[in-house]
């Protein structure tokens, strides 16, 4: 199995860890809540010894590194506690990369804010595509009428 890249961790100036989320967000690892336990499923022995399973939370709420607008983007699309969990692996590292490449890809995808649509005329083509498709349908259902009685 091919070694996964490192989460995206990186640090900051001193010794102080962080998140990258995107660009324009970095949340110190301080601020993430890590907590492991035992893993669920098959395993054996290994698993009824070991905790494996990480789970990575991260308190909307109480962040200071997020500005008021990611804040308020994040609790409407994602709520006031994003959590990931990863129990994939056997090992407990590499199970807490996966919660924190998770909790970044979440972070991420509730902070993406949706490009505006550019409203558009209907080209030709397709309005002459869909008249045409219009006059088949009519022409079918006309078929399917029964004859008119002659009189």
């Known amino acids: ?58 308190d909307v709420l109480a962040s200071p590194s997020l500005s008021e607008s990611q804040r308020a983007r994040l609790i409407a699309r994602a709520g006031e506690r994003v959590a990931a969990v990863a129990q994939d692996e056997r090992s407990q590292a590499r199970n807490r990369e996966l919660a924190l490449r998770r909790l970044a890809e979440r972070l991420a995808r509730a902070l993406l804010v949706p490009r505006r649509r550019t409203p558009t005329r209907p080209t030709a083509a397709s309005r002459t595509r869909r008249l045409d498709a219009k006059r088949r349908a009519s022409a079918r259902k006309l078929g399917r009428r029964p004859p008119a009685a002659d009189e």
Request: charged residues 20%; without cysteine.
């Open 1 to 58: 199995m091919p070694a996964a890249p490192t989460p995206p961790t990186e640090p900051d100036g001193g010794a102080e860890k962080r998140l990258r989320v995107n660009r324009e967000l970095t949340i110190p690892l301080a601020e993430i809540v890590i907590r492991v336990s035992r893993s669920s499923g098959p395993g054996g022995q290994h698993a009824n010894v070991t905790a494996s399973r990480v789970e990575a939370s991260f």
